[in-house]
């Protein structure tokens, strides 16, 4: 099946500070791609839909200055945490569509964990 | 979407079929119904979808009613691997924008 990569799968920052997170589709171009956050023992929680070469749509309550998407090319998007707190570690994932299918399937990446101290 | 209802947790001893429900009593015509798990601590992986008939793969079987309005989706010979929260989810037909909403989903624990 198609392949969706993230990276970094962990990291830790210091209060204050601001994460890059990437997520590339390996074998496939994905003009939607989709970040979700998950907290512990909670489900995946959509925060924003991503789409190449426009602005990203984000969900009721996401601040979208706190969490910029880019998705500069049809592999990949990133999500930048900015001022990092620690209310904001959690697990993020990104997932994607391939373009060429209309059902319906994502295919998802490993997740990154974030902690800020 | 249509919203789904399912079994908080659930066990099965190593080797049985694991039979997981799932109630979308109020699923439209043109929604299709797709099942996902997610292993502790990594991203959810497809297992199947299906719209109106019974499906399988090399992973499960899903059952479909005929009326639609609910599922079930069967590992035949479940291993100590297939613990993991499962995710029934129905998505329209075209919803290619559309990201998919996580219900709580039913945790499946296979007992050795």
């Known amino acids: 099946g198609a392949v969706v990569s993230q990276h970094p799968s962990r990291v830790i920052c210091k209060s204050g500070t601001s994460v890059k997170i990437e997520c590339r589709s390996l074998?496939?171009?994905?003009?939607?791609m989709f970040w979700y956050r998950q907290f512990p023992k909670q489900s995946l929680m959509l925060m924003a839909t991503?789409?190449?070469?426009?602005?990203?749509?984000?969900e009721q309550g996401v601040e979208k200055d706190k969490f910029l998407i880019n998705h500069a090319s049809l592999t990949l998007s990133t999500l930048t945490v900015t001022s990092a707190h620690p209310e904001d570690s959690s697990f993020y994932i990104c997932?994607?569509?391939?373009?060429?299918?209309?059902?319906?399937?994502?295919?998802f990446g490993e997740g990154s964990r974030l902690t800020v101290l | 979407d249509a919203k789904t209802t399912q079994p908080p947790s659930m066990d099965c001893a190593e080797g049985r079929a694991a039979n997981l429900p799932c109630n979308h009593s109020?699923?439209?015509?043109?929604?299709?119904v797709y099942w996902y798990r997610q292993i502790h601590s990594q991203g959810p992986q497809y297992i199947i979808h299906?719209?109106?008939n019974n499906e399988t793969n090399e992973m499960a079987s899903l059952i479909i009613t005929e009326d639609r309005k609910s599922s079930t989706l069967i590992l035949p010979h479940a291993t100590l691997r297939d613990t993991a929260v499962y995710y029934c989810?129905?998505?329209?037909?075209?919803?290619?924008?559309?990201?998919?909403?996580f219900g709580k989903g039913t945790h499946l624990i296979i007992q050795p």
């Open positions: 997932s994607a569509r391939a373009t060429s299918v209309i059902t319906g399937e994502l295919f």
């Open positions: 074998d496939f171009q994905a003009t939607t």
């Open positions: 989810i129905a998505l329209r037909s075209g919803g290619g924008a559309d990201g998919l909403t």
């Open positions: 299906g719209l109106k």
């Open positions: 109020t699923i439209s015509g043109n929604e299709y």
């Open positions: 991503s789409n190449e070469g426009s602005k990203a749509t984000y």
